[in-house]
Structure formats: structure tokens, C-alpha cells
């Protein structure tokens, strides 16, 4: 007769804890204490020993974990876009309000105006064209193009 604390029911009950724990938080973590809790849990129900229980969890965890970085490291790349103001950097655009020396003015870059300073404190006149080359707090550093 099984009752609720049967070893591997216990094991099974960790695993969806861990499970349902990473659902919740990032890395993939508490995943793999969970995969290998329920495999474990599975492998209760043939061999009973405790000894054999916690070594197969321990290398079922660590086989997973590896398995699950390996895999994510592939899922998220390095080869990614900046986003928000940082993709603004390279960006061309026109000045729409002089930008005086070591002043701020107003460039219109992909239909939104931002504030401006030039990156090498000289003045640049209305209408003139300039590239994004950094950010700096809310507004953008701009050099003239020729």
C-alpha cells in the first residue's frame, strides 16, 4: 500500500515545485532540480534505496543543467540590436534649431526631435545634416556630415 510519503511521490512533488518555482524566476535553474527530482522520482519506484536516489538526482540535476546552458547560451545570442535611445547611435538626421557652440539645440532624427550638443563644440548651423554618435542623459552628441 502506497502512502503519500512513499519516496518517490515526495520526489515527483519537489520536481513540480521546482518546475512551477521556475515559471516564475530566470535561468533555468530551478528547472533542472525539478526535471531531475521528477526522474528521480521515477527511478524511486524501482530501486529504493535513498543512497541511489540522491546520487541519480544529483547527476540527472547536473546533466540537465549543463544540457540547459548549453542550450541557452545558443537560444540567447550576442549578436543583438540596440534598443530604446541606444539605437538611436549611427542614426543620421537634421538640424532643426542651431546648435550653438558648447550649446544645446534641436535635431530631428526618424520623425523625433531631440535634444543636442556637438560632439566637437563647434556650432552647427540649421538644416545641416549630422550623424548620432553617443547619448548622454536626454540628449544626443552629433557631428556635421560633410
Known sequence: METWFD??????AIGIICIII???TPGFLFLSFGVGAILTGLAA?????????VLTFAII???????????STKLI?????DTN?????????KVTQKIPANEKGYVKIGGEEWAAVSKDSKEIKKDARITV???EGNKVIVTVIE
Do not use: C, H, M
Open 7 to 12: 519516496p518517490w511521490i515526495i520526489w515527483v
Open 22 to 24: 521556475e515559471i516564475f
Open 45 to 53: 519506484l524501482i530501486i529504493p534505496s535513498i543512497a541511489f536516489q
Open 61 to 71: 540535476t547536473l546533466i540537465v543543467f549543463l544540457l540547459g546552458r548549453k542550450f
Open 77 to 81: 545570442s550576442a549578436d543583438y540590436e
Open 85 to 93: 535611445v541606444k539605437a538611436l547611435v549611427g542614426k543620421t538626421g
Open 133 to 135: 554618435n553617443d547619448i
